[in-house]
């Protein structure tokens, strides 16, 4: 099942072509994205998915989102999908037409199922490779052109990466700063529980700042727990209690493999059992 929207309210056939061939987004991914999971007809973190998609739009020199619009057209797929079928909603602007004087951008909001790896990794867990993401954890405030921290459909090297870990025999990626810091997964933020905390990694080190990493924080923090935004070393990750990886989509999900090192069970299942659960109590 897909649903396919434009920004204007008109519903477009998922089958048919849509995008020109010249549209910026297609030919230099010169645009930006979000994607949403909804729940019983809930759209998760909506308010963060917005507010990071209006700061993509500021580093990337494009127009304000118009927010209501957005608001919209993301109601308007959500009513057209079962609200017993859990759906993965991406909404996307791009610059539009390569020359066009106008400067018309290209928005749409198309909503997929989600796949059943999805929902394998969110029960099983998922093995993890480190890789060097080739930059200092300071890039970001020396180079601000480079875009670290925007949402961008500009995904090549995350792509490549996930590839990568296939290839090593795992399903997922935590990057590396040159000194050896923790970055962020290709599609996800990093979570290490030790002795009642929760820590990720801060956006200055020029990752996305988690809307569902923010999300768990909060429901931990009423279930009692202590939550920190700091530095971690690579070398940090397997010593926790517990090591995991928060994405919109894939929700919290336990890492149980770390560079062909197995982590241990005990207290981790049990860590990640709680944890996901006051995250979803939210929104049941």
């Known amino acids: 099942m897909r649903v396919l929207a434009f920004l204007d309210g008109t519903f477009a056939d998922p089958d048919q072509a849509h995008i020109r061939v010249d549209d910026l987004g297609l030919v230099r991914g010169d645009g930006i994205f979000e994607t949403i999971?909804?729940?019983?007809?809930?759209?998760?973190?909506?308010d963060a998915h917005l507010d990071r998609f209006a700061r993509s739009a500021a580093?990337?020199?494009?127009?304000?989102?118009?927010?209501?619009?957005?608001?919209?057209?993301?109601?308007?797929v959500i009513d057209n999908w079962p609200t017993d079928v859990e759906l993965a909603l991406k909404i996307v602007l791009t610059r539009g037409i390569d020359g066009d004087?106008?400067?018309?951008?290209t928005a749409f909001a198309y909503g997929t199922e989600i796949a059943e790896s999805t929902k394998t990794?969110?029960?099983d867990g998922i093995g993890v490779v480190t890789l060097n993401r080739g930059f200092e954890a300071?890039?970001?405030?020396?180079a601000p052109w480079l875009l670290l921290g925007a949402k961008t459909l500009s995904y090549s090297v995350n792509m490549a990466a996930q590839?990568?870990?296939?290839?090593?025999?795992?399903?997922?990626?935590?990057?590396?700063?040159?000194?050896?810091?923790?970055?962020?997964?290709?599609?996800?933020n990093v979570v290490v529980a030790r002795g009642g905390t929760l820590y990720t990694p801060p956006p200055t080190n020029g990752i996305l700042p988690g809307t569902t990493q923010g999300d768990v924080f909060r429901a931990a923090e009423r279930a009692g727990w202590k939550t920190e935004v700091t530095q971690l070393k690579a070398d940090e990750l397997a010593a926790g209690d517990a090591l995991m990886l928060a994405s919109s989509v894939r929700?919290?999900?336990?890492?149980?493999?770390?560079?062909?090192?197995?982590?241990?069970?005990?207290?981790?299942v049990a860590i990640h059992a709680e944890l996901a659960k006051a995250y979803d109590a939210q929104y049941e």
């Open 37 to 46: 999971l909804v729940t019983n007809g809930v759209p998760r973190e909506l």
């Open 59 to 76: 580093k990337m020199d494009m127009a304000p989102p118009d927010r209501e619009a957005w608001e919209r057209v993301i109601r308007l």
């Open 101 to 105: 004087p106008d400067e018309r951008p």
């Open 121 to 123: 990794a969110r029960r």
């Open 138 to 142: 300071d890039l970001m405030e020396r």
């Open 163 to 188: 590839r990568e870990a296939r290839r090593r025999g795992a399903e997922d990626v935590i990057f590396t700063s040159t000194e050896g810091y923790v970055l962020e997964g290709p599609t996800s």
């Open 251 to 268: 929700k919290l999900t336990r890492v149980h493999t770390l560079d062909d090192v197995r982590l241990a069970d005990d207290p981790a």
